[in-house]
T-cell receptor, first 115, second 110 residues
Framework: DAGVIQSPRHEVTEMGQEVTLRCKPI?????LFWYRQTMMRGLELLIY????????DSGMPEDRFSAKMPNASFSTLKIQPSEPRDSAVYFC?????????????FGPGTRLLVL | EDQVTQSPEALRLQEGESSSLNCSYT??????LFWYRQDPGKGPEFLFT???AGEEKEKERLKATLTKKESFLHITAPKPEDSATYLC???????????FGTGTRLKVLA
């Protein structure tokens, strides 16, 4: 398996622009997580999907952030409009708890810099 | 409140100098404890899952152990390529959330 795939790997944008991050989970995994990692706060859970349905988005910082999972093999995290404080590394992770696979497997991350 | 604390924050070892990293946790019930390795510019890489007190797992120079209050990641005769940040996470019962510690930054000098 190719593991969790994320794109783009790096994104540099200007304040106010829309940013879309993409994730392809491991095939067969029905749980998907979006995290943000910064030096100050470490790994923060943004949103959790189970069977393509958003279960908990309480970690999403504000209305500028939105996430979708239209099918089992694709998810997006959108920031509109972006702000400099959104600069961080964004990770997607997937797991298959129903199949007894509790472990979350992480993608390589998207490094976002908002100028 | 569910909580994870890792210590030390940073650790420098000479090559071959064995040591242990600590992960203390407080949860109402533990479904699993996970260790990850994270290299600069990369995503966390899964190392071990531990489910119950007394359980141990090994992989090359690494050995993870679990008690009811903490987990240790023992590194035996480390090499420079073991340099990374090691993250601990707990999965409390009755929740989907994983609570991550802030990690231990390990540097192994040749």
């Amino acid at each position: 398996d190719a593991g969790v795939i994320q794109s783009p790997r790096h994104e540099v944008t200007e304040m106010g622009q829309e940013v879309t991050l993409r994730c392809k989970p491991i095939s067969g995994h029905n749980s998907l997580f979006w995290y943000r990692q910064t030096m100050m706060r470490g790994l923060e859970l943004l949103i959790y999907f189970n069977n393509n349905v958003p279960i908990d988005d309480s970690g999403m910082p504000e209305d500028r952030f939105s996430a979708k999972m239209p099918n089992a093999s694709f998810s997006t995290l959108k920031i509109q409009p972006s702000e400099p404080r959104d600069s961080a590394v964004y990770f997607c992770a997937s797991s298959a708890p129903r199949a007894g696979e509790e472990t979350q497997y992480f993608g390589p991350g998207t490094r976002l810099l908002v100028l | 409140e569910d909580q994870v604390t890792q210590s030390p924050e940073a650790l420098r070892l000479q090559e071959g100098e064995s040591s242990s990293l600590n992960c203390s946790y407080t949860v109402s019930g533990l479904r699993g404890l996970f260790w990850y390795r994270q290299d600069p510019g990369k995503g966390p890489e899964f190392l071990f899952t531990l489910y119950s007190a007394g359980e141990e797992k090994e992989k090359e120079r690494l050995k993870a152990t679990l008690t009811k209050k903490e987990s240790f990641l023992h590194i035996t005769a480390p090499k420079p390529e073991d340099s990374a940040t090691y993250l601990c996470a707990v999965h409390p019962r009755g929740t989907y959330k994983y609570i991550f510690g802030t990690g231990t930054r390990l540097k192994v000098l040749a």
